[in-house]
């Protein structure tokens, strides 16, 4: 229903958008350009009914999974492209009488018009496949002696789909394993949607080594693939263990490294909606870590006494860009934790950027990454 929403807005400021353009004189100057704009909108209203087709949980099943996935893809591209051409052309059309400054004008147009189609293009071809091994320290207040220095391996937001291959996975994978963790975790959205091949990441995943094994939770489109009961019962197979409102304290010496998880909590306005009951899961005396997929639970999961959160789900907003040392990104519309390390009090949250991509296989500004998190003593 949101992207439903969304498409209607969008077909709708495209509409009022050409209305301007014609107004704007730009059918007199150049004939042909009213043919071109209303054949861009035709095209791109076209694509965005394929692409609502292809998230739909109604439709979506006629479709085969990589097709539905490209032609989603190809509607947000389209999309984008439309209102850059539009926004071209306009200008055109006002443009001044002057033959040198109207020359200018079209060079200075031409170069903005062919920036965004070259960022994107390094974000498909070359940031987006080019996975990093980040190595965090976290402070922990009361860190017991035997957990100083304890490494998480953390793997998130796969995708594993038409974007993001087998070999990609693989490849993260084996750079996990040569990081030696003490324990590896999964913090959800394996696959995209219905029909991504599930079974070939859980078989990838299976392939983590650290000392206490791999535990995982539920990401947002586990729950939209319905596909949690068997990504439960099918990890268990492999040894991979989903805690879905359920703790694994893990014993390390004499110290307590206890791993809580829950399936994918919705956004929510209310932070104190979040993680009903999660104290229960708790161990006193033990140093508690929260596997949750949505970051925005950090303020809860703070007071309700979990000493790390690890998260991803944003994938550090896929395309960020960095403007007065400020990071613009759409994550920042739905959560205050984008990517990388927060505090609040005396717990910590860290959001993975994760390894896929959604909507669009492009990554700007936010590459993707595996981590190792060190407790440390603070």
Known sequence: MPVGVAMLVTAWLQYRMLRRFERSGAARVRPYYRQLAWLLF??????????????SNRLAGYYPARIATWVHAASLVCTIFTFSAYLVMTLMAVAPADPGRRRFLKGSLSIAAAAPVAVAGYGVFIERSAVR???IDIPIPGLPKEL????????TDIHLGPFLSRKDLDRAVSMLNEAKPNVAVVTGDLISRRGDPLDECLGSLAELKSDAGTFACMGNHERYARAEEYATLAGARLGIRFLRRTAAPLRFGGAVLNLAGTDYEMMRRVKSAYLRNARRMLVPDAVNVLLQHNPDVFPRAAEEGFDLTLAGHTHGGQVNI?????????ARFYTDYTA???RRGKSAIYVNRGLGTIGVPVR???PPEVAVIRLCAG
């Open 148 to 155: 100083e220095g304890a490494r998480i391996g953390q793997i």
């Open 133 to 135: 091994l980040e190595e």
């Open 364 to 366: 700007v500004g936010a």
């Open 322 to 330: 960095e403007i007065l040392h400020e990071d613009w990104n759409v």
């Open 340 to 342: 990388g390390l927060y």
């Open 42 to 55: 035709a095209a791109c209203c076209v694509l965005q009914l394929a692409g609502l087709a292809a998230t």
